[in-house]
């Protein structure tokens, strides 16, 4: 399929089926952390970035198959609220099936009140807010020009106004970034705008789009989810969910066994969708079995075994 990917194992959503609407890399933000890499096209254009129809009839295949779904995902390779279709889409989703439908957003949108309202179609938001400063800001998420957080901030807060399902919001840390005391106190401050029913907070555990994007302790992530009454998401187990799949971590081990590969190479081999392939990138790398390493601006996946 090219728009569905899945089920994967998620540390938020149980198994999630993925639906990527935009392509590779076409994103409102170029954060420092993603895992996806540098964001390739930059912009806040709205479109059919993925054609409507075609989106609906692999969703509509892959309900048919009876495999167990915990949640229907909007998420992919890019920021989904770019694609104006996105209401259309949920909407479409409700006449297919019962199984509860979320979004993933990095919410630079949601100030407008259109995306407000498509968003609004869904049964669980889970948007990002990272910082609450400009600086910060500017500095970790690397937005389009013209974006601001307080503008994000205030479209949270009209957002859980006018919406009666679930948000979660997701705060990525990064070390050095965005665990300071007087960044912690204003991001504190605009969560309580916001009102979100759960706040999650994550690090860097897959290799991000730059070197120097480094996780925090697990000790440092405990003591901020105190201060932010927060729960902590980093640690979690793929294996343990039945959508992960032995025979796909073995035949991505076998691939870099052989020689290093960008996730472009793996996922272009294999045909698996890129984020498809991270969950189990992430799970050998946290095993010790494959290493990150950059190559003249390029990151690639290493083997390195057991050793």
Known sequence: MKYVFGPVPSRRLGISLGVDLTPYKTCSFDCIYCQLGRTT?????????TPLNAIVAELGEFIESNHK????????????????????????????????????????????????????KADLIV??????????????????????????????????????GDIWLEIMLVEGFNDNKRGLSELSNAIELAKPDRIQLNTVVRPPAEEYAKPLSVDRIHEIAEILNAEVITEFDRKTVGAYEMDKEEIISSMLKRRPCTLSDISGSLGLHKNEVLKYIEVMGGEGRVKTEFMEGKKYFRWVGNE
Do not use: M, W
């Not at 807010?129 to 690397?142: G, K, M, P, S, W």
């Not at 307080?150 to 949270?156: K, N, Q």
């Open 127 to 164: 948007p990002s807010l990272d910082v609450a400063t400009q600086e910060a800001f500017e500095r970790i998420n690397r937005p389009c020009k013209g974006l601001r957080v307080r503008d994000i901030v205030r479209g949270l807060q009209e957002f859980r106004k006018g919406f009666s």
């Open 41 to 49: 096209d930059k912009t806040i254009e709205r479109r059919e970035y």
């Open 69 to 120: 779904i915990d949640y229907i995902t909007l998420s992919g390779s890019g920021e989904p609220t770019l694609n104006s279709c996105l209401g259309e889409l949920i909407e479409k989703i409700k006449t297919l099936t019962d199984i509860p439908v979320a979004v993933l957003t990095n919410s630079s949108l949601i100030p407008n009140a259109g995306v407000r309202s498509e968003l609004s």
